[in-house]
């Protein structure tokens, strides 16, 4: 069976080649790009993948619309900051080659951090929406982030055994980056709740404790450390930027000055 792969990308030069590398062997790669206004889409090409331009209304409406532009039965689904192994590979063309028991399968994820690859603070196994489903058989709901997925298939949905990389941060630049970014997009998920800055202080220790405690981060080192103060800051910001948006506080204005005594002033 034929495979499309997309890939999702916004001003990622730095990282498309190295995943679109990682899926030559694929009959397709399409990079569904939001007007990048760096080399992605030039870098892209050059790799002989086809660039869409889409619009970006949230990452929901994006996967849905790269959905639409791949051509083959089957799809894989990879983000920027993830790489195909020789392992998946090999497990996909398998399943491929015989009659895929499922139509939706969920793909477990290595995640590289700081150094070292995480093995707690639940970052492994780190499954997303299926990444590799035949065309059809799910759509994504059309949330700003963190979207969620239907399946439209009778069958239920299946399991990878091998599983791809991950390099979520390059540095901690854009930890910070991704942070401010993703607690933005999730704001807009509360537009209908009211929220206070005691509701987002407790939420964001919540995110902390659940990451570094009940995820065993703790034994991740400082690297499972970060992540969780990292969940703690974008969950903080998420619910402390829905409170702004709902007080919409004015700025204090004054009229303005000139010279003591200036015949303007009276």
Known sequence: MSLSVYIIAYN?????????NSVLWADEIIVADSASTDETARIAEALG?????IPFHGFGHLRNQAIKACTHEWIFSLDTDEQC?????????????????????LVPRRNYFMGRWIRHSGWYPN????QLFRKGAMKYVESPVHEGYELLSHKPVGRLEQAIWQIPFRD???VVKKANRYSSLG???????????GAALGHGIWSFLKHYVAKRGF??????????FGNFEGTFYRYAKRFEQQEQWPLPKQAALRRPGDVSDK
């Open 12 to 20: 990622e030069a730095k990282k498309i080649a190295d995943t679109i």
């Open 49 to 53: 993948a086809r660039v869409v331009q």
């Open 85 to 105: 192994t020789p392992e998946v590979r090999d497990e996909i063309l398998s399943t491929l080659a015989e009659s895929p028991a499922h139509d939706a399968y």
């Open 127 to 130: 499954f997303r929406q299926p």
């Open 172 to 174: 901690f630049e854009e």
């Open 187 to 197: 704001a807009c998920k509360l537009a209908d709740r009211r929220v206070s800055m």
């Open 219 to 228: 034994l991740d080192g400082w690297p499972g450390f970060v992540i969780a």
